[in-house]
């Protein structure tokens, strides 16, 4: 089976969308991921246009692993 992998994919509101859903049922799961406590979507979305803006101006970086469902990725800082 070949995986091919996407560095930077485009910022589409489905993919924000996806990211933010990770992001709040991992913290929810109790992942360290810069919340404490249960959180919502309407407190981890300004979070994921951040790192919109910043993979946008090149700052840091996206790269979502293939799947199907489109529901897993990860943020990689940019140093």
């Given at each position: 089976m070949d995986?091919?992998?996407?560095?930077?994919?485009e910022l589409t509101?489905?993919?924000?969308?996806?990211?933010t859903r990770?992001?709040?049922?991992?913290?929810?799961a109790g992942g360290a991921v810069g919340?404490?406590?249960?959180t919502s979507y309407?407190?981890?979305?300004?979070?994921v246009d951040g790192y919109a803006?910043?993979?946008a101006a090149?700052?840091?970086r996206l790269l979502p692993p293939?799947?199907?469902?489109?529901?897993?990725m990860t943020v990689q800082s940019q140093a």
């Open positions: 995986l091919t992998y996407r560095l930077d994919p509101p489905g993919l924000l969308d996806r990211l990770l992001w709040v049922d991992v913290n929810n919340f404490v406590g249960t309407e407190d981890v979305r300004p979070g803006e910043s993979i090149g700052r840091h293939p799947c199907s469902s489109g529901s897993i």
